[in-house]
């Protein structure tokens, strides 16, 4: 049967090209922005992808899980990605190219269908309205969700030669003076930057609390809840707290040592127009 063209999406991404490939193509990202992808389960790791590369997708559709077989026909990142897929209703390939601009990324999807039989194939041309509809919805969150990384990327980095982590409390866009860096009172590989009002504009994480910072995904990190801004590096429980500035440092010990993150509990002066950003 010939093949229909079901749909392209082309855009540009305001992103480097690695990052925009990280989060189209690894799962601790495409499970984050996708709504239909389940689980993908591969032959050995993730990491070890390349050109011929087969693995089970399990997708949501509707109510149901599906379980679909795929295979990497091309893999040449962070440039080119095309996934095939056997269904029911024929041979289903995605094409995924990118390339690099001046300001960005230019990001491009084709997806492809070769229909089983004839009525498949009408099937497809009647309801290939549906196709846009349905996956310009999906990349659309897909970009949105690729520039909430960079914004954290930007507001939460580790340096692997120095073993020295950072967290920006505002965003770059956030006009504030900075007067001076203190050492957290409780624990020496913690420092913190303050304002000329007094509140911490960042903190600076060294040795252990630095490794664990590395450690975690970029997403997820904040919640909101019970009147506070929540941030943490682990699901432990909070044996302890330290108060400063507006912010409680919490430990998982009683002698401050396991920093697992803090809580934004003065609210008056933080502003939360500038902490709701940080909810993604």
């Known amino acids: 049967m010939k093949e229909i063209i079901c749909f392209t999406f082309e855009r540009h991404i305001n992103a480097p090209i690695d990052t925009v490939f990280s989060c189209l193509n690894e799962d601790e990202h495409v499970l984050e922005w996708n709504d239909y992808i389940v689980e993908h389960i591969y032959e050995g790791d ?127 866009e956030f006009d504030y003076e900075f007067e001076k860096t203190e050492e957290l009172e409780v624990n020496p590989l913690i420092n913190i930057d303050l304002d000329t009002i007094g509140r911490i504009v960042g903190i600076e994480l060294f040795e252990n609390p630095a490794k664990k910072l590395k450690e975690v995904s970029k997403t997820n990190l904040y919640i909101y809840a019970d009147n506070k801004y929540s941030f943490r590096l682990s699901n432990e429980e909070v044996a302890n707290i330290y108060k400063i500035a507006g912010i409680e440092f919490c430990f998982a010990d009683e002698d401050f040592n396991e920093f697992i993150g803090f809580d934004i509990v003065d609210l008056s002066l933080y502003p939360t127009y500038e902490l709701d950003k940080l909810l993604i």
């Open 46 to 172: 993730e990491s070890e992808l390349k050109e011929g590369s087969t693995f089970i997708t399990k997708q949501k559709i509707g109510k149901k899980v599906i379980e679909l077989e795929a295979e990497y026909s091309a893999f040449n990142p962070p440039y080119y990605a095309e996934v095939k897929t056997s269904t029911k209703e024929g041979m289903s390939t995605t094409k995924y190219s990118l390339s690099e601009e001046s300001d960005g990324t230019l990001f491009k999807v084709e997806a492809i269908l070769i229909p089983k039989n004839a009525y498949y194939s009408i099937i497809t041309k009647l309801f290939k309205w549906s196709f846009k509809v349905l996956y310009n919805e999906q990349y659309e969150k897909f970009i949105d969700y690729t520039m909430t990384i960079m914004a954290m990327k930007d507001r939460i980095s580790y340096d692997q030669e120095h073993h020295l982590g950072f967290i920006h409390l505002f965003s770059s």
